[in-house]
């Protein structure tokens, strides 16, 4: 691979009262400082969830006019999505800088729907809707409540998942629950339920939220001020939009994107160093555990309680922040973790970092494999 | 695919069957998604299958629905796999078999629910 991050940043987090193009705009001359670039470097951009035409509404916003856009929409694998997107633009010679770009403001705006969006043309508003799933919820829960089936689990190692973040978000001032204190199973066990067995605590956040990163060449990469983070391989798998489509529940997406990520790295599980994982919910994180094949199937409430990998270093969707999607940010954690810049919650030594993001209702997976530059 | 939606106020679950290779897909769709085929017909279900798995929806995503109430993934005999709801009493676990039941909607259509065998 010969593409590289070179600039990484976060917007405003939390409850910011800003418009989604302030967010962006935070994240964006954030990442662009960190760089050492300016927008008239900038010849390729990504972005979603701003409007029907996002990365054209951005374009214009900053006044650019770029050579390459992908609006992928992919919900919070997207952003997965456009780093292979852009490292392919940019080895291809079609442009040369690329800014990844996200923000949303749905905790001020209170833009959530507990219901989803839906679309009254589509089969799942035709033959779904009517059942009163709440989207996304209801389909993790279903997924939760087979994983406690089928292996013996208990509702104590989903629990176990949302106790992780927490200890992670104590060490990170930016998290959104940073002051909360320790959670305990027992907290989690007893917060109100939403859809069974998955209770208030264990979903992700909804705040406001915004990321960006730049990707260049490697070449030119070695030549910025920051070091380079290379893109070492990266794996896709879309699967369902239904409810009713997967046929196994406990057989997602991130099995084949993993898989596809690292065959195109030349590495497996075992070298990974530390890992960002979206956790919209805790059975998100154990399905992609075992998924990536970081454990086998059944076996991720155990290694969540050995702590055997370090994963979700910032506190996660559960404990630091979760715009709507959240796969921007994974990115901007692997990134400073590869770099070292993470103070209290920085993972000695690490070399190898993935992060993998999860679209809709386990509908759209993607891995990316980054590494520092040897 | 009127049909479906009108087969229901006889009281009759239809799956799409295609003619070509016998797939049995739900819902119904312009082509098989077991062989590509666009000549596809119906076969009416037994209305008898196992929870998949299930949730218990404890808030309300739109006033039409009161929670608490079960949303279910049920596998039907026949293979393909329905989002409902499961109504009536019981203490329910995956695997649970279940039978077809009716819920009737304001314009005489009848959405089809599961309850316990």
């Known amino acids: ?374 | 695919m009127t049909p479906w939606w009108e087969a229901t106020r006889e009281g009759r679950l239809l799956l799409q069957r295609c003619e070509g290779c016998g797939h049995l897909q739900h819902y119904p769709r312009a082509l098989c998604t077991g062989c590509g085929g666009t000549d596809l017909g119906w076969q009416e279900s037994a209305g008898r299958g196992a929870v998949d798995s299930f949730t218990v929806v404890h808030r309300s995503p739109s006033p039409e629905h009161a929670p608490p109430y079960v949303v279910a993934r049920v596998r039907l005999d026949e293979g393909p796999i329905l989002l409902t709801n499961l109504v009536g009493d019981a203490d329910w676990h995956c695997d649970q078999r279940v039978r077809l039941a009716w819920r009737t909607l304001d314009d005489g259509r009848r959405l089809p629910v599961f309850e316990q065998e």
């Open chain 1, 1 to 374: 691979m010969s593409v590289a991050v070179v600039g990484a940043a976060e917007s405003e987090l939390g409850v910011t009262g800003k418009t989604i193009m302030e967010l962006q705009t935070q994240a964006i001359t954030g990442a662009l400082a960190d760089a050492g670039l300016s927008l008239a470097d900038v010849d390729g951009l990504a972005t979603a969830g701003v409007s029907r035409f996002s990365a054209t509404q951005v374009a214009d916003y900053l006044g650019i006019r770029p050579a390459w856009t992908d609006s992928t929409f992919a919900g919070g694998s997207a952003f997965e999505m456009y780093v292979a997107r852009a490292a392919q633009a940019i080895e291809a010679g079609q442009c040369t800088t690329v800014l990844i770009s996200y923000g949303s403001n749905q905790r001020s705006a209170r833009s959530r729907s507990l219901a989803g969006v839906l679309e009254p043309h589509t089969p799942e508003t035709e033959f779904e809707s009517p059942y009163g799933p709440l989207y996304p919820i209801s389909y993790y829960a279903m997924a939760a409540q087979r994983y406690l089936h089928a292996h013996g689990a208990k509702r104590e190692d989903l629990a176990e998942v949302a106790v992780a973040a927490r200890e992670w978000a104590l060490l990170n001032p930016r998290a959104y629950r940073y002051e909360a204190g320790p959670l305990t199973v027992d907290d989690v066990l007893a917060s109100p339920m939403v859809s069974s067995p998955l209770t208030v605590a264990d979903c992700c956040l909804v705040t406001d939220g915004g990321g960006a990163i730049i990707l260049t060449s490697l070449e030119r990469a070695r030549d910025l001020r920051r070091p380079p983070v290379v893109v070492l391989g990266y794996g896709e798998a879309t699967t369902n939009t239904g409810m009713a489509s997967a046929g196994d529940l406990l057989e997602p997406g991130s099995i084949m994107s993993g898989r596809r990520a690292y065959a195109m790295a030349g590495l497996g599980p075992q070298d990974v160093d530390v890992a960002q994982l979206y956790d919209s919910f805790t059975i998100t994180v154990l399905l992609t555990l075992e998924g990536l094949g970081f454990c086998g199937p059944g076996e991720a409430g155990d290694f969540v309680r050995r702590r055997a990998l370090p994963y979700n270093t910032n506190g996660g969707g559960l404990s630091y922040c979760h715009p709507g999607m959240y796969g921007l940010l994974l990115l901007v954690e692997a990134v400073r973790q590869l770099r070292g810049e993470c103070g209290p919650r920085q993972v000695d030594g690490a070399q190898v970092a993935l992060a993998h993001g999860t679209g809709g209702i386990l509908s759209t997976h993607a891995t990316v494999l980054l590494g520092v530059d040897r």
